[in-house]
């Protein structure tokens, strides 16, 4: 709602001073407007995050490869590609992991691993854990894994240094994010064109405000 408030100004009429009555109107801001720079910059701040997450994680493994380090982090994350744990991780969701020691996993828990499988050619999944063996010959465990969409368990055992950490937490969809980010233009469709489109809101709410003019009734 607008907000008037009249002012009278001029001086006594004896000096045939003509007086005036001065309006200021004060606009309500639009709140669709509102709503859209709130949106702009929590959109930037969401990017200038996973990007800054992404490049701890990049410098992190190169920083561990330069000593000599090649173990998978604590913390890693990966995209699933198959259907086989529907339907409580999908297609392109994101899981994130932890290494844990052996002796903490237990059966239901979903963990992602290197397949042993030789017909895999070593591909990474992320399965069930439905039983766990310990084997004294070795003075470790092996685990037996399958997918909840999957008729049949996976038909290698899994020892532990195949697995890369049991999953902590799933992102849906987010892999969708990730392709984006690995196209070609990537920096100009995530990055730029944001930043460009909340700096030309800015200036835009800038100049409309330099344009108010205040109103003179005579």
Not at 41 to 52: D, R
Not at 81 to 89: A, D, K, R, V, Y
Not at 129 to 143: A, L
Not at 161 to 173: A, F, S
């Amino acid at each position: 709602m607008e907000q008037n408030r009249e002012i009278l100004v001029g001086a006594d009429n004896r000096f045939d001073v003509k007086h005036y009555k001065v309006k200021i109107i004060k606009q309500k801001e639009n709140i669709f407007k509102y709503i859209i720079g709130v949106l702009s910059y929590a959109l930037f701040i969401w990017l200038l995050l996973i990007g800054g997450t992404l490049l701890l994680y990049v410098a992190d493994i190169k920083i561990r490869a330069l000593k000599g380090d090649n173990n998978p982090p604590v913390f890693n994350a990966y995209v699933v590609m198959s259907g086989s744990m529907l339907p409580e991780i999908k297609v392109k969701d994101i899981v994130v992991t932890k290494r844990v020691p052996e002796e903490r996993l237990t059966q239901d828990n979903i963990i992602t691993f290197i397949s042993p499988d030789s017909r895999f050619n070593g591909i990474t999944i992320t399965h069930r854990i439905i039983e766990k063996y310990y084997d004294s010959t070795v003075n470790g465990y092996y685990y037996k894994t399958k997918g909840d969409a999957n008729n049949i368990a996976d038909e290698a055992l899994v020892p532990y240094d195949n697995i890369l950490g049991k999953v902590i937490l799933r992102i849906p969809k987010l892999g969708y994010l990730q392709d984006l980010l690995a196209s070609k233009g990537a920096l100009l469709i995530v990055v730029i064109i944001p930043c460009l489109a909340i700096f030309s809101y800015d200036i835009m709410k800038m100049f409309k405000k330099m344009g108010q003019k205040t109103k003179i009734i005579k």
